[in-house]
T-cell receptor
Framework: AQTVTQSQPEMSVQEAETVTLSCTYDTSESDYYLFWYKQPPSRQMILVIRQEAYKQQNATENRFSVNFQKAAKSFSLKISDSQLGDAAMYFCAYRSLTDEKLTFGTGTRLTIIP | GAVVSQHPSRVICKSGTSVKIECRSLDFQATTMFWYRQFPKQSLMLMATSNEGSKATYEQGVEKDKFLINHASLTLSTLTVTSAHPEDSSFYIC???????????FGQGTRLTVV
């Protein structure tokens, strides 16, 4: 079974600064998907970014980028120019290519300091 | 992106009664939907996989008779919490996706309080 670990329960960053959230995972599969989801106080889950394991290039979405290290099974999220609206719980998630269900990490609560 | 609508957003029920939560895919057909439970300040735990036209697949430790799932059409899955007890109080979230190649879309979630 796959497991996803987020070792930082809480993180804080000054507005406009950069922060990196860590995620590691364990799997025996060679191809899979990885995701970062954001859950603001409304509790609506919002996709931030996704990465296909077979792609070596790190995914980027505007201020959000990932550092995907397949051999190390690491998938960190970097948020640049942090904004107040980035404050939320961030969940790292794993998905197999053959199954739509997601395995989530325990989450990191990100606080933005004005 | 696609829209998944969950209803109700909040419900309070008395202990011993049943409550139904609906999850609809508004602009696409979903043969598979997922139900998650989230305790305060914790992660999402998968409860079951809802399969259109067939029985749901439950995760280990989830009581099938307490959490009834029905996926009667390609756009609707329902979760019924039967004989609810205070310990069933939680946040329930559904998700659905187009297929294996796209990301999941989540409903708004339902906060269930059993009094």
């Amino acid at each position: 079974a796959q497991t996803v670990t987020q070792s930082q329960p809480e993180m804080s960053v000054q507005e406009a600064e950069t922060v990196t959230l860590s995620c590691t995972y364990d799997t025996s599969e060679s191809d899979y998907y990885l995701f970062w989801y954001k859950q603001p106080p409304s509790r609506q889950m919002i996709l931030v970014i996704r990465q296909e394991a077979y792609k070596q290039q790190n995914a980027t979405e505007n201020r959000f980028s990932v550092n995907f290290q397949k051999a190390a099974k690491s998938f960190s999220l970097k948020i640049s120019d942090s904004q107040l609206g980035d404050a939320a719980m961030y969940f790292c998630a794993y998905r197999s290519l053959t199954d739509e269900k997601l395995t989530f990490g325990t989450g990191t609560r990100l606080t933005i300091i004005p | 992106g696609a829209v998944v609508s969950q209803h109700p957003s909040r419900v309070i029920c008395k202990s011993g009664t049943s409550v139904k939560i609906e999850c609809r895919s508004l602009d696409f057909q979903a043969t598979t939907m997922f139900w998650y439970r989230q305790f305060p300040k914790q992660s999402l735990m998968l409860m079951a996989t809802s399969n259109e036209g067939s029985k749901a697949t439950y995760e280990q430790g989830v009581e099938k008779d307490k959490f009834l799932i029905n996926h009667a059409s390609l756009t609707l899955s329902t979760l019924t919490v039967t004989s609810a007890h205070p310990e069933d109080s939680s946040f329930y979230i559904c998700s659905a996706g187009y297929d294996l190649y796209t990301e999941a879309f989540f409903g708004q979630g339902t906060r269930l309080t059993v009094v």
